[in-house]
């Protein structure tokens, strides 16, 4: 069993940066690739950024890649989302997940394991 627990969201100006963190219980975190997605307004949970032990195998979406780096320190057990450059199209309210298995993924079913979220509101 994991359970995860998301802080750091905020309102922040368009072009400032803000660093999402997801502290996680659960000795099966190391195991499991982690995730990052985002509910904006009216719109659909979409994929954010995912990776499982290296950055080397990190997967980020196309409307944030360079902007967004997804991180984790197993020490820790957490997962972090640096967020750069911001802009208002970011606001949602952001979802760290663990996934089933170790395997990378997009898709919103490969995670079974959810925090409640954060909220991101960039100003324009």
């Known amino acids: 069993q994991v359970q995860l627990v998301e802080s750091g969201g905020g309102l922040v100006q368009a072009g400032g940066s803000l660093r999402l963190s997801c502290a996680a219980s659960?000795?099966?975190?190391?195991?499991?690739?982690m995730g990052w997605f985002r509910q904006g307004p009216g719109k659909v949970r979409e994929f954010v950024a995912a990776?499982?032990?290296?950055?080397?195998?990190?997967d980020y979406a196309e409307a944030v890649k360079g902007r967004f780096t997804i991180s984790r320190d197993l020490a820790k057990n957490t997962a972090y989302l640096q967020m750069n450059s911001l802009k208002p199209e970011d606001t949602a309210v952001y979802y760290c997940?663990?996934?089933?298995?170790?395997?990378?993924?997009?898709?919103?079913?490969?995670?079974?394991?959810w925090g409640q979220g954060t909220q991101v509101t960039v100003s324009s």
């Open positions: 997940a663990a996934a089933w298995t170790s395997d990378v993924s997009v898709r919103l079913r490969d995670y079974g394991y």
């Open positions: 659960g000795r099966t975190f190391s195991t499991k690739a």
């Open positions: 990776m499982y032990w290296t950055v080397d195998n990190a």
